[in-house]
């Protein structure tokens, strides 16, 4: 599930900004237990705990690239290590292409209370298209699209599939016609995997 920055409480937004997230909306992964997975080349994991009460943070980066021979560090070596309840933990990334991305680990206690995406209403085709916006390049999503519906939605805002999606508000069309997901559209698509409709990427 993915939740607004806005829509949170002010401390743990204001915490996951100073944790270094850039974006408007989060993912949020329910579970149970901290991982770290490490860095990649040019990027170091950055682990940024915090206290969902008043949005007390504290943050640990790993070694740049990952544990090695030569540097390692605490954060690098985070594996299975239990989430309390109150707390959540963002996972986010220094350097590399995915700086300013991360996800907010959460408990289960945690979000419990918090509304997660139901059934939607959507046709398959409706779910493919938002698929393509979710989980692919935009020079990918055309030709997706059109294989994957067999031929019934063209990816582009003039097409009637994306034009109902974009009245719902799980799709935003700007001026000049370009698309973008919005929250609301990719919890809609959370839990969908294209393959079962027999649809491979």
Known sequence: MYLKLSEMKPAVADALRRAGHTRPDIEVVVTET?????????ARVSLTAIRLADGFSKTQTG????????????????????????YAVYRGYEGGNLSGYGRLLMSPADVQTMALPGDTGLTDDDKLALFAMRGLKPAYRGEWVRRATG????????????????SAGL?????????RITTEGKNAV???????LGVYA
């Open 34 to 42: 901290i991982d770290s997975c490490g860095g990649s080349k040019g």
């Open 63 to 86: 070694s740049w690239g990952g544990p090695n021979a030569y540097e390692t560090r605490a954060a690098d070596h985070v594996r299975d290590m239990a989430l309390p309840a109150g």
């Open 151 to 166: 031929g019934r939605v063209t990816y582009g805002s003039d097409d009637p599939t994306y034009a109902a999606l974009a």
């Open 171 to 179: 799709v935003k069309v700007s001026k000049n016609g370009a698309m």
């Open 190 to 196: 959370a839990d969908f995997n294209p393959r079962a």
